[in-house]
């Protein structure tokens, strides 16, 4: 037995009793203290959610919920942390974070490139011979826009700080709809048009071939 409390007297800074493992027993014991685990979820939003911002709550495994904050211009596929919102700790350590993977769901009329929006705005053909004004949404609600005469399918125009948090713009690339019919009234104008107003679009192109 002396060569067995000589051997953890050794390994513990000291004999069996006092400063050894039946030191800490006398002083009451360490308790064990760990940090709790990060929890990981995933959350998908509708994309005005992820570019204007919105506060929402998520059920988790367990029946609990967690509320949860997005800021404005949030991307697919960013990690929100919530501090102390995860695994709870042993002993007196802290619990983890939660970490909040972010889905944003694509939208009908509205895409993002940076902090632009952009969308596709169909005019007619008479939108875009003569011009005029026409109602477009953007993500902060409908605005007026001026479409100017002679408008080209593919022209982009920009609406100045109408992007994501103010700092983008929105693109407006226009596309120029035909009507359903061409009736006969519409095909004698462009005829008799045509005899003194033909242009060739594909003359730059031709050019360069």
């Known amino acids: 037995m002396g060569d067995f409390s000589d051997l953890f007297g050794d390994m513990f800074g000291g004999g069996m009793g006092g400063a050894g493992m039946g030191g800490r027993s006398q002083r009451g014991g360490a308790r064990f203290s760990m940090p709790g685990q990060d929890a990981q979820y995933h959350l998908d939003i509708p994309f005005l959610d992820a570019v204007n911002g919105t506060k929402t709550r998520i059920t988790l495994p367990d029946g609990s919920t967690l509320d949860v904050t997005i800021p404005p211009g949030v991307n697919a596929g960013q990690v929100l942390r919530l501090k102390g919102k995860g695994h709870p700790g042993l002993g007196e350590g802290p619990p983890g974070d939660a970490l909040v993977e972010v889905g944003v769901r694509p939208h009908p009329v509205f ?99």
């Open 111 to 209: 895409k993002r490139e940076g902090n632009d929006i952009v969308v596709e705005l169909p005019i007619s053909l008479d939108e875009a011979v003569l011009g005029g004004k026409v109602e477009i949404p953007t993500i902060g609600g409908k605005v007026a826009m001026t479409v100017p005469a002679g408008a080209n399918a593919g022209q982009t125009l920009r609406l100045k700080g109408r992007g994501v948090k103010g700092k983008g713009d929105q693109l407006v690339k226009l596309n120029v709809v035909m009507p359903e019919k061409v009736d006969d009234e519409l095909k004698a104008f462009i005829e008799e048009w045509k005899k003194t107003h033909a242009y060739d679009p594909r003359r730059t192109m031709k050019e360069q071939a």
